[in-house]
């Protein structure tokens, strides 16, 4: 059984603040995928990581891969009210294209206060 | 606008009551998904399908029975509802290229057994 830990769970900052979350396993994985999901609303994919060591930009958001495929990280420069909402990762273990589920972290909740 | 449809959006049962929860899709997607998410729990997979006719369980089976008789629709069945399956639970689908449009979630259903 994987094991898969979001930090922290909880995350309460100003708005214009920079935060970092995280997503760790013991298990290494073909890709990564995080998805926001706001209140009253299903998960939304943000990006998917396949390479280890890959950065992807979203504007302010900056997603990275681990270079063992174990871990990724998502920082956000200059909160915004609007990025509140539950953050998760979801990793993705056999061939992307063909794994037939996935499992999601238990995520971290952002709050942005203005 | 095309996309995961789930209904009803609200529900309370007693103890004891049966119910159908149904997700209705118009992407064509192959692959569905039934999630139940509950605080500090994350989103856990029930169970899911990869095409019209076939079912599998995910990790939280019991309690609960799925039918995709048509390709559009996953339907989720609880036959004899307890306090422990109050939830909000998520329908998602999926084409075959994960990797670059991710899980569509429907808006979530939440259900009260009293």
């Known amino acids: 059984t994987q094991l898969l830990e979001q930090s922290p769970q909880f995350l309460s900052i100003q708005e214009g603040e920079n935060l970092t979350v995280y997503c760790n396993s013991s298990?290494?994985?073909?890709?990564l995928q995080w998805y926001r999901q706001e209140p009253g609303e299903g998960p939304v994919l943000l990006v998917t990581?396949?390479?280890?060591?890959e950065v992807k930009k979203l504007k302010r958001l900056t997603f990275q891969f681990g270079d063992a495929r174990k871990d990724s990280s998502l920082h956000i420069t200059a909160a915004q009210p609007g990025d509140t909402g539950l953050y998760l990762c979801a990793p993705i273990r056999g061939h992307v294209n063909r794994d037939d589920k996935i499992i999601f972290g238990k995520g971290t909740r952002l709050h942005i206060l203005p | 606008n095309a996309g995961v449809t789930q209904t009803p959006k609200f529900r309370v049962l007693k103890t004891g009551q049966s119910m159908t929860l149904l997700c209705a899709q118009d992407?064509?997607?192959?692959?569905m998904y039934w999630y139940r998410q509950d605080p500090g729990m994350g989103l856990r997979l029930i169970h899911y399908s990869v095409g019209e006719g076939t079912t599998a369980k995910g990790e939280v089976p019991d309690g609960y029975n799925v039918s995709r008789l048509k390709k559009q629709n996953f339907l989720l069945g609880l036959e004899s509802a307890a306090p422990s399956q109050t939830s909000v639970y998520f329908c998602a689908s999926k084409r075959e290229d994960l990797r670059y449009y991710g899980y569509t979630f429907g808006s979530g259903t939440r259900l009260t057994v009293v």
């Open positions: 990581v396949v390479t280890g060591g």
């Open positions: 298990s290494v994985f073909s890709s």
């Open positions: 992407m064509n997607h192959e692959y």
